[in-house]
């Protein structure tokens, strides 16, 4: 994982974690650690992640919402680590509130690459069927008893009060071509396989890579059982024309999803601009990726 400075304080987060309180929580839960140097903190929107000497990260959620995601993560991606072929943040140790701090948090291993989000679009395409693999690999049934997620996987009906508003109410960029997208999802088919595992926000925040390979898949914070298209929505989010069409055939290679599918999943790509877009100021690459995915929508 690759640090930066951290944005300006994101107006949801409820709680911060600087390292005097996060060496406090080592120190009462996990002493055998508690001698590491905390450095390098990165801040998201749900999460803040401190490194841990050099193997290891603290992840913390910063706000209500985010706790269950973190016991998602916890419960259930040691088990699929062990089914993916690229590197993912399965928990190693688990700690639980105290010294003021309400949440449940993570001892992580930290995980090679840069995020790419900061890397330039075009030399994203060499690992796109690294993508469509790793994708393919977690995109199997989940049991009954998976996580659910409102947010994703779902039926694109059940988003659309929210979705329609968001993209039918602001100045957006593509606005025509964004709700073109989102309107030719709702009228496909639904979706009518038995729930999928699925990572629920693999844009490019969310993965790691060096200048050939995708090294990490990380954040599985909204992992679910649903709807596969909600992961497929990256191939509009994470690259240009020929990074799209090399991690299309790759995936239609593996999985060979229907028309319907792919139609969807840009929905779902369409869906994401506004909230990428929501906080520019705080987090600029994520607005950035939701201009690009807008551009992308609009060019086909």
Known sequence: MSTAPGPPRHPKIEVDV???????LLADQHPDLAGLPVHGRVHGWDNLTWRLGDALALRFPVRGAAAPLVEHEQR?????????PVAVPAPVRVGRAGAGYPWPWSVVPWLPGDVVAARPV???TVWAPALAEALAALHTPAPPHASHNPFRGVPLADRDAVVGA???????????ALLRAWHDGLAAPAWDGPPMWVHGDPHPGNLLADARTLTAMIDFGDLCAGDPASDLATAWMTFDDAGRAAFVARTQELRG?????WVRARAWAASYVPVLLAHPDEYPLMAAVGRATADHLAAG
Do not use: N, S
Request: proline share 6%; no cysteine.
């Open 76 to 84: 259930w991606l040691p088990r699929l680590a062990e089914t993916l």
């Open 122 to 124: 075009a030399g994203r």
């Open 166 to 176: 968001r993209l039918a109410g602001t100045t957006l960029p593509h606005r025509d």
């Open 18 to 24: 600087d390292a005097a309180l996060a060496h406090a």
């Open 257 to 261: 999803w229907d028309g319907a599918t």
